[in-house]
């Protein structure tokens, strides 16, 4: 008896083992493809960094960078998919559609798309981080720290993830000063240093004291450097770029969700998924805070991260209302995904209207 | 809102520090036109000059080096478009394109390895007087030099045309080869110098974008500012003082638009966008009407091959 049940232990360990050792073995290729150069230091550079750590854990992987979102994604996709990689993240907005389109393609080969919405084949996910948490902290610092009372926003394109940034942004800054207006700025591009250097230096002109930005270079903080204002570096700790400008930046740390999803692949568990992470889940990272911001708001701020992370306290809580004074949020509620996802709206306190 | 003199005086600061590299680019392209020779290759010399100031400075630490290596560099580029053109007889609008294309490539390869890299302070001039004068100051003083000579740049050319002899030679070129030819004029020679110069003068505007402008390497980072520059040479019909005032038009259209954002009034940006190209097929379209005014200011054999030497 004794030795039957010691032979079918083995067995099943050598089962066991061998399973792992092809789960192993089988050579999982991840690809990623960018909007940008991988050294832009904002967005594609933090995907990048994403994409190390999925090699640094086994896999190999490929990237294509400075694709365009047009036609020529969908012909990177069908490549990259034919290459024999099994798993492709997308990691920009515009590649929502010729994502979907080579997935129906390709069934075998799993896509996550980043920021999108659409999962129209059930071999593709999305994922996003909710930047608007640290925004929210952001808004706070620039709120309690700003002396002209006005502070400027470069922005991207008016998309519900811009939209939804500049309403945390503002309403965190009203809580802790109401008398402050943002000014926005719409450059109409992610990335051209020019373009966004002239939009932060028509801010600062008219008496912004601090720049936020929703674009993905380091030139605006560079600008402010210059013009001895205050600024927050995005997606990436920008503090090298202007030591004394930068507050502090938000992180976008894609690392981790990475390597599981890999992993997933690799383990044959991997699902059709939405993730939409936060604070709480390490997507969105806080860079350590400047010695500028005096001890008290640092402590502050600090408080407001954890219970932003344990979901304490949410960034859109009631009562919010919309620029004509219309109840977007009841007191005492807060927004709900869908609200969020589709946030098209400002809020009161944000001048001007978002262009069409 | 009230707006203030000194805020005027910003905004004029900032339309005038995006007008550089365009006055710089023209006024090159401006004197390679005069001779006869048409070089679209604006933008192409304006990126090389660009990532080669910004490589430059940051292997050799050294801004002087940079500077005159960004100019050198559009030299070299440009040496090529002159031998292709004036050597080997090849169409000047085919090579011109061709060498934007090349630039654009060859730029970004070559960059590569300097993307993401902060860049260094670029000295200012005269910076203790900033807040001496209301208005004025801002515009006058703190500076790069690139910025000052920049704007003496329009003046200089404008004087060189008319004034003096090797001018003089350069507009006949451009006007008639054939008898600057006959007059023992080497038109061979004076186009080639021309077309070195416009090279040299767009790799020094590139150099003013990637090391003083925003002080980083990105890839295309001239962002058609070549182009402009190109349409700005015929708006000014040829004439380097109204380049200036060309290169403040179309230079401060981002500018008063994103001011104008911040105000809270709202312009389509597609159509600021068009808007300095609109103006030049309008300025085209009005002098092409009177057969005088072209005469006097379009250099007549522009663009035109020159078979015969002596």
Not at chain 1, 250 to 255: A, D, Q
Request: with cysteine.
């Amino acid at each position: 008896m004794h030795k039957i049940f010691t032979r079918s232990l083995v067995s099943s360990l050598v089962f066991l083992f061998t399973l792992t050792v092809s789960a192993v073995a089988k050579d999982v290729k991840a690809a990623f493809v960018y909007i940008g150069p991988t050294g832009d230091h904002g967005w594609t550079y933090q995907h990048d960094v994403g994409r190390k750590a999925v090699e640094a854990a086994g896999y190999e992987t490929t990237y294509v960078e400075g694709v365009p979102e047009s036609a020529d994604a969908e012909r990177v996709l069908r490549q990259l998919a034919n290459s024999g990689h099994d798993v492709i993240f997308t990691t920009s907005f515009g590649y929502m559609n010729p994502t979907n389109k080579v997935a129906k393609e390709f069934p075998n080969v799993k896509f996550e798309h980043a920021t999108g919405y659409k999962r129209e084949h059930p071999n593709v996910s999305t994922y996003a981080a909710r930047f608007y948490e640290g925004r929210a902290i952001l808004g706070t610092i620039a709120g309690s720290m700003t002396k002209s009372n006005v502070i400027g926003y470069v922005a991207s394109f008016p998309i519900p993830e811009v939209i939804r940034g500049i309403n945390s942004f503002t309403l965190a800054a009203q809580k802790v000063n109401p008398n402050i207006k943002t000014k926005i700025v719409w450059a109409f591009t992610w990335y051209d240093p020019g373009k966004e250097s002239e939009a932060a230096k028509a801010l600062i002109d008219q008496g912004a004291d601090i720049i936020a930005q929703h674009t993905d270079s380091t030139a605006i903080v560079q600008i402010a450097e210059k013009a001895g204002v205050y600024a927050f570096g995005q997606a990436s700790d920008m503090d090298k770029f202007a030591p004394k400008a930068v507050l502090t930046s938000v992180e976008n740390n894609w690392g981790p969700y990475y390597v599981e999803r890999v992993k997933a692949v690799a383990n044959g568990t991997w699902s059709q998924k939405d993730t939409w992470h936060g604070i709480g889940d390490g997507m969105v990272v806080i860079s350590d805070l400047d010695s500028a911001i005096p001890s008290d708001l640092q402590k502050k701020v600090k408080k407001l991260q954890s219970d932003l992370a344990s979901g304490k306290v949410h960034a859109f809580t009631g009562p919010i209302y919309d620029q004509k004074g219309n109840m977007m949020v009841a007191e005492g509620k807060t927004a709900d995904d869908g609200m969020l996802a589709g946030m098209m709206t400002y809020v009161k306190g944000v001048e001007g209207d978002i262009p069409k | 809102m009230i707006i203030d003199i000194n805020f005027v005086g910003l905004i004029i600061t900032s339309i005038m520090a995006s007008a550089v590299p365009l006055i710089l680019a023209s006024c090159g392209e401006l004197i390679t036109e005069r001779s006869g020779v048409l070089n679209l290759g604006v933008e192409g010399m304006m990126i090389i000059g660009a990532i080669s100031g910004f490589a430059l400075m940051t292997v050799t630490g050294s801004l002087f080096i940079a500077v005159f290596g960004a100019m050198l560099a559009g030299v070299l580029i440009s040496t090529i478009f002159a031998f292709l053109t004036q050597t080997l007889i090849t169409n000047h609008v085919a090579t011109g394109l061709a060498l934007t294309i090349f630039g654009i490539g060859i730029s970004a390869m070559i960059g590569k390895n300097f993307v993401g890299i902060p860049g260094k302070e670029f000295p200012v001039l005269f910076n203790s007087l900033k807040d001496t004068i209301p208005f004025l100051s801002p515009i006058l003083f703190g500076h790069s030099i690139v910025f000052y000579f920049a704007f003496a740049l329009p003046f200089f050319t404008n004087y060189f045309l008319k004034k003096t002899k090797i001018g003089l030679i350069v507009r006949a070129v451009g006007d008639s080869p054939e008898s600057a030819s006959n007059q023992g004029i080497n038109v061979r020679l004076v186009r080639y110098a021309c077309i070195l110069y416009g090279g040299a003068m767009c790799g020094l505007a590139g150099a003013y974008l990637s090391m003083i402008y925003t002080p980083q390497w990105i890839e295309n980072m001239t962002g058609g500012r070549g182009w402009i520059a190109l349409a700005l040479v015929v708006f000014s019909t040829w004439n380097p003082i109204k380049i200036l005032i060309g290169a403040m038009i179309f230079g401060g259209l981002t500018i008063i638009q994103f001011h104008m954002q911040a105000m809270g009034v709202r312009i389509p940006v597609q159509f600021l966008t068009a808007l300095p190209y609109i103006v030049t097929i309008v300025v085209l379209v009005v002098i092409s009407r009177d057969s005088r005014k072209i005469r006097l200011s379009t250099p007549s054999s522009l663009g035109k091959s020159f078979y015969k030497d002596n």
